[in-house]
């Protein structure tokens, strides 16, 4: 009969992680190894954001709360309520958040949708960390007063909102044209492109100009992928 006292012990394999800390423990005996923070909670850490709600945002912001309200909770884990009397969105950490950055994107998502924007592009904030929001007046690119302004944000708008529909889509940006001031949704290259094209018809060029060289760069983004 075999006597299990006598059998080999078996080999195990050590992780490489744990040997190159062991190493590095080694060499460094004061040297100090802490496991990461995967959420707020696990720190001990809730935080809390409040978003001001714009009086003009209001009614469209009862329209959309189902479509607001879901993202935030079930794609960030956030606890949120609507302070109806103080008009401010209250957001704050939970145990169910997956990631300390949750907090700051729906910040980013709120204030985009704020803005003015649609709550079909503003969520992209929520899953996409490479946007950014520019805003700029058109009195930073020309001092214009009177009907020159007002000519001016017809250019940019065109008939019907075609020629902000062509930037739109051809530098892949989102825009909002508030009386003298735009804002533009996207990354930071193609913000660069929508606000190049913007500047031009502020300064008089003419839309075909913009569109053909909006075409232009529309076509080599298509090419290069």
Known sequence: MIDPSQLPVPVTRTPIAQLEAAAAAAADPNSLSFAPVKNHNQSG?????????????????KRDWIKIYTPLVEECGLQVRMNVHKRQIEMKTSK????????????????AYCTGFAVEDAIAMLRMEELYIESFEVKDVKMLHGDHLSRAIGRLAGHEGKM???????SRTRIVLADSKITILGTYANIAVARGAISALILGSPPGKVCANLRTYASRQRSRF
């Open 45 to 61: 850490l809730t935080q809390r954001r409040k978003i001001a709600i714009p009086p003009h945002r209001m009614t469209p912001l």
């Open 96 to 111: 169910h958040t997956p990631h300390p950055s949750s907090l700051t994107r729906a910040a980013d998502f709120m204030s």
């Open 164 to 170: 902000r529909f062509i930037i739109e889509n051809s």
